[in-house]
């Protein structure tokens, strides 16, 4: 009874936290000098007296590490929401945290790659060679970028939350799975380069495949200069992985670099491989002797130098000539000062041609008509219908391609202007260019086939799915039109009418600049509209200097870009909303411009703002628009920041005048006027009762009215922006 009450007591003292005692069940003392019992924390449990701890219930675990006053904890759910964005062999995964982090805050992310679509239907591993940026394993922010994928691969991403007790807990494992396929990408670089034989003039050699060909390779390009002179270098094109060339200076040290070529374009440069002609006085060595140089005489010397200059004052510069060497091989001669980037061919005006049909024929494959399906009409195209079809090549498999037909009756110019596209279309190769399959001359009606773009135009898509992008995924389309841009610009080639409405985007969302033409583009477009010098011209996208005085050039693309950007953006929205086109010519030529769209990215709208300078030189380049898109994808919180709204509103009103004057005599009649009606109420209850007290709504008033609904908030905010734009006649001003 002693015993008895002496517990008793020890009870009573550990409610008020004092006992001195041993603890009862559900209670434990981690030390013996702790004055006090304490509850065993949440997620554990003792059923002894006396315990130094309490066990973990069941589905719950400690780490060695938790004091014994924290709870038990469990592993955390899956990660929720994924969604990827493709960029040709780069994947971009992004997800948001689990619901239930396990009662933990270590929590962190897992990666799992797999490879499916093999034969068997059986994944595998990823393999060693695929980077992820980051990293693979504890990642902490809730992104990551998978680069080194191959192309037209299928893939299955598992992301996997876990935390400090996921490795004692014997569950399956909690991941959410994205499955993505990836676009068609460069070969990779090529690794081994070996020498053959070699002469005094010439030196043989062969090459490796690269390591990742990404695709069928098309040929490879063989670039080679005396060491120390890389200004005047030549570019051998070879189908084969051996090469000799030939005209080599005796007892000169080259430099070679090859590269391949796939129909995604020209992978990266090989290392520099060294390698050294014989001395004059050798006939032939081969790869394991080494022979003394021996000077090269002077009569040798003499005649190099002078092949030397007759070859510099050619006149031959800045261009390239071609020779035929082998018919497998095509050989270009760079030299000091060259613009364009070594093997990237430069786009030919087909205008140039006297005969349009033999421009056709060099850039175009003839299709017969029979392996066109036609299924369904998806278009209107200036010279006829658009339709979506199959082809069937001998010996190919079938696939959708998208078919333009040229309408009967046509006269011999519109033939040639609707065949001129693809005499365009047939010069570019780029996976943001859509491509050319072919055309169809011989038989009526005549037809240019091209591939299949299941989500059709960019601008008529964005506004039917309005909202439902990531930024990311807005990025990842703008980069591929800038990538597509860029080559367009390396090629020589000004577009003219780069706008939403001619990108197309596929399933995936690639996106893929189209509508090529020359004087036709500006011609078939609703949108051109004729300026005071006689030229039709789409005002809205086009740069002043190319409105004002015909300057048409890869900057003035840029301009355009810009324009694109923000339409895609802001998910379709018409640029400038309906100003007229000489009030847009006005307010731009005065200054002002675009305001950012709504929950725009602040080093977006800065991008933007850039490629609308008045200076063409001070835009930035194609190049520089890839590199600066690249940068933000690989670091998504640079896109956190938002324009601030407030600033945006002041910026926008130029001078501070009552909004809607005549245009409507309410608030209730405009809410109507844009079928916003069901929030008149809320508004006059909250002193929003005259057009201009609403001039001063932001888009976190509308959230304070409890207009939750995007969808609405962007109704509402771009009214009253197009309201004050019309009013003051003003945008941003620089
Ligand atoms: P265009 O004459 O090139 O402006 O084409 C007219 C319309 O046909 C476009 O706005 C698209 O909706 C559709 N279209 C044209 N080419 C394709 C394609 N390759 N894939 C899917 N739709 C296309």
């Known amino acids: 009874t002693d015993d008895q009450s002496r517990m008793n007591i020890c009870w009573k ?29 949440p997620h554990s449990y003792t059923h002894e007296e006396a315990s130094t701890s309490c066990l973990c219930e069941e589905h719950y ?46 929590v962190s992310y897992y990666i799992a790659c797999k490879k499916c679509g093999s034969p068997s239907g059986l994944c595998e591993a990823c393999g060693s060679h695929v980077r992820y940026l980051p990293q693979q394993i504890g990642l902490k922010n809730t992104s990551v970028m998978m680069v080194d994928l191959l192309a037209h691969t299928n893939y299955t991403f598992e992301i996997e939350a876990v935390n400090g007790v996921s490795d004692q807990s014997p569950a399956a494992r909690q991941y959410v799975a994205v499955n993505v396929t990836t676009n068609q990408a460069a070969p990779s670089p090529i690794s081994i380069v070996k020498k053959g034989k070699i002469a005094k003039n010439s030196i043989s050699l062969s090459w490796q495949e690269p390591d990742r060909p990404n695709g069928i390779i098309l040929e490879y390009e063989i670039k080679y200069f005396e060491k120390d002179q ?11 992985t051996k090469i000799t060339v030939n005209g080599l200076k005796p007892a000169s040290t080259y430099i070679f670099q090859i590269r391949a070529r796939t129909a995604a374009g020209y992978g990266g440069f090989s ?14 060595s081969s790869d394991q002797s080494q022979i003394p140089i021996i000077a090269v005489s002077v009569t040798v010397g003499v005649i190099l130098l002078a092949v030397v200059i007759g070859f510099l004052l050619s006149g031959r510069r800045c261009g390239y000539s071609k020779a035929k060497q082998d018919p497998e091989e095509e050989k270009m001669h760079f030299h000091n000062g060259h613009i364009k980037l070594p093997g990237l061919r430069t786009y030919i005006d087909p205008h140039t041609y006297e005969d349009p049909n ?38 190919k ?18 033939r040639r202007d609707f065949l001129g596209e693809a005499s365009i279309m047939g010069q570019f190769d780029h996976p943001n260019i859509i491509h050319l399959e072919g055309v169809v001359t011989k038989s009526k009606p005549v037809m240019i086939v091209t591939e299949y773009m299941e989500n059709g135009s960019l601008d008529t898509f964005l506004k039917k799915n309005d909202g439902q992008f990531t930024v990311i995924q807005l990025v990842g389309m703008l980069r591929g039109i800038a990538s597509g841009m860029k080559y367009l610009s390396d090629m ?41 010098r006689g030229g039709k011209i789409p005002i809205r996208w086009t740069a002043p200097e190319a409105i004002a005085f015909r300057k048409f050039t890869s900057a003035s693309d840029v301009w ?28 731009v030529e005065e200054g002002y411009r675009l305001p950012n769209p709504m929950d725009c990215p602040a080093a977006l709208y800065q991008l933007m703002l850039d490629c609308w300078q008045k200076d063409r030189n001070s835009r930035p380049k194609f190049d520089e628009i890839v590199s600066m898109l690249d940068k933000l994808i690989r670091n998504p919180s640079s896109l956190k920041t938002l324009v601030n709204a407030s600033s945006r509103v002041s910026n926008l009103l130029v001078e501070h005048s009552p909004l809607g004057s005549g245009a409507y005599r309410s608030v209730g009649e405009w809410l109507e006027a844009i079928k916003m009606g069901r929030y008149t109420e809320i508004f006059m209850e909250n002193g929003y009762s005259s057009m201009d007290a609403v001039a001063q709504v932001t888009l976190e008033d509308l959230r304070r009215l409890g207009v939750t609904l995007v969808g609405h908030q962007k109704k509402i905010m771009s009214s009253l922006q197009e309201m004050k734009v019309q009013l003051v006649n003003g945008m941003v001003p620089l």
């Open 492 to 532: 020589g080639y000004v577009h003219r009418d780069l706008a939403a409405r001619n990108i197309l985007i596929n399933s995936n969302l690639v996106c893929k600049v189209s509508d090529f033409g020359l004087s036709r583009v500006l011609e078939d477009d609703p949108e051109a509209a004729y300026t005071t």
């Open 61 to 106: 675990f400690r780490r060695e590490s938790d004091p014994p006053t924290m709870a038990c904890t469990r592993p955390p759910s899956a990660p929720r929401n994924a969604i990827s964005n493709v960029n040709e062999t780069s994947v971009f995964l992004e997800w948001i945290p689990p619901a239930d982090t396990g009662g933990r805050k270590d």
């Open 230 to 240: 890389e200004t005047s270098y030549t570019i051998i094109k070879s189908k084969k």
């Open 560 to 587: 355009s870009y810009g324009i694109v950007m923000w339409e895609v953006v802001s998910y379709g929205e018409r640029p400038y909303w309906e100003m007229t086109n000489q009030d847009v010519i006005k307010a």
């Open 271 to 284: 290392r520099r491989f060294e390698f050294e002609t014989s001395p004059v006085s050798v006939a032939a």
């Open 358 to 395: 033999q421009a056709v024929h060099e850039f175009a494959k003839e299709i017969e008509a029979s392996c066109i399906t036609i299924e369904r009409v998806i278009g209107a195209g200036e010279f006829g219908e658009v339709c979506s079809g199959r082809l069937k090549l001998p010996g």
């Open 397 to 414: 498999r079938e696939f959708p391609v998208a078919i333009k037909t040229l309408k009967v009756g046509y006269t011999e110019k519109q």
């Open 13 to 41: 003292n550990l409610v008020s936290g004092s006992s001195l005692a041993v603890c009862r069940p559900g209670f434990f003392k981690a030390s013996p000098q702790s004055p006090s019992c304490s509850k065993c924390p």
